[in-house]
């Protein structure tokens, strides 16, 4: 399996693509309501950090000057280190998390 074969699904489909704009706004709520959660483990916590520290690194940089390239790296790095970050957490954290955002908003 490549790289391609696991972001075809989301990247290609227009369907799922502007599904998956549309729950950004929750994405967002819950990836912060988990950051802030004292029962996640810090170490799982180091994976947004980190991430984001690899997106902004001196070597990335260098690949701002092709148009298309300099962006998608970036994108690919966030979109891993977030579903790597939900993956990680507890379960019933985010399950919980993700009931309080659809009941409430």
Known sequence: MTL????RPHLLN???LT??????PQFIRLFYRLFTDPRVPGLVKLVPVL???LAIS????ELE??????????VLIVFITLK???WL???DVVREHVDRIAHRG
């Not at 391609?4 to 972001?7: F, K, S, T």
């Not at 001196?58 to 940089?61: F, M, Q, R």
Request: aromatic share 6%; glycine share 6%.
């Open 51 to 53: 991430g984001a520290m």
């Open 84 to 86: 790597v970050f939900i």
């Open 58 to 61: 001196p070597p990335n940089l």
């Open 14 to 16: 227009p369907i799922r």
């Open 4 to 7: 391609r074969d696991v972001l």
């Open 19 to 24: 599904r998956m704009l549309a729950y950004l």
């Open 65 to 74: 000057i092709i148009p298309v390239l300099g962006e998608l790296d970036v």
């Open 89 to 91: 957490c507890p379960p």
